[in-house]
């Protein structure tokens, strides 16, 4: 888990071909690769990630918008 005041995001393995990208966005639907987590776990929403290539601008945009939410 990342962490700053509170925590950001998860990586962690989602099956043998996939890492899941949990993050904490608190009040943003989701759509497209980010996808909405149900309610209580741990994170508010998943992007999977399936390749490198998958690691791109706007995944890492999306990270910094939870680094920032995160205080």
Known sequence: SYRR???FATVG???A???DVGLNL???PGAGRLE???PGSMCTHRVRVTS???V???LLK???DAYEKAG
């Open 13 to 15: 393995p989602g099956s």
């Open 17 to 19: 071909t996939r890492i």
């Open 52 to 54: 490198l290539a998958e």
């Open 5 to 7: 005041k509170k925590q």
């Open 26 to 28: 608190k009040g943003v």
């Open 56 to 58: 791109d601008d706007w």
């Open 62 to 64: 999306t990270l910094r």
């Open 36 to 38: 909405e987590e149900k």
